[in-house]
């Protein structure tokens, strides 16, 4: 069997309820294979922080699938969505969402404490 698309989204729809409800995405599709390299663009509005938080593990679709790495990340709870979220995504965020009250190398850290190597390694 081939390997499975490292993210696919089947027929996504993601509403707000309102009112007035707002169709954020409808129906999306979307196939990424392994080493593809895609921008997602649109003008504001068009839906792509929902699909991105959607991605991101962050948000789920009010309807569809989506497949992380071939998993079903619909049938995962929170725990489950946090480790995936922590071994497979990195998220590099407009706003850079640094503690201010923690130092440089804390901050650094952070990014690496799902990941369950000892702190002495990660740092
Ligand atoms: N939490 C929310 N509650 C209600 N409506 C939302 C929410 N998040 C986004 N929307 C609406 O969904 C649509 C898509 O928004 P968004 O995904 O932020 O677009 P983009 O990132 O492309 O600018 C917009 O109409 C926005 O107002
Ligand atoms: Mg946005």
């Known amino acids: 069997m ?3 698309a490292v993210v696919e989204l ?6 707000f309820p309102g009112p007035p409800e ?10 990424v294979e392994k080493q593809d390299y895609l921008s ?9 922080s929902t699909m991105l938080n959607i991605l991101g593990l962050l948000d789920r679709p009010s309807v569809g ?6 998993a079903l990340t619909g049938l995962a709870g929170e725990a489950e969505r946090a480790a995936l979220r922590g071994g497979k995504i990195g998220f590099v965020f407009q706003a850079f ?6 130092s440089v190398c804390d901050n650094v850290l ?5 990941s369950k190597v ?6």
Do not use: C, F, W
């Open 110 to 114: 952070l990014a690496t404490i799902y």
């Open 40 to 48: 997602i663009v649109g003008p504001s509005g068009s839906g792509k």
């Open 65 to 70: 699938e989506y497949y992380l790495d071939g």
């Open 22 to 31: 707002v169709q954020a995405l409808t129906s999306i599709n979307l196939r």
């Open 97 to 102: 969402h640094l503690m201010p009250h923690r």
């Open 2 to 4: 081939s390997r499975p």
């Open 10 to 15: 089947i027929d996504v729809t993601r509403s």
């Open 118 to 123: 000892p702190r002495a390694d990660r740092e």
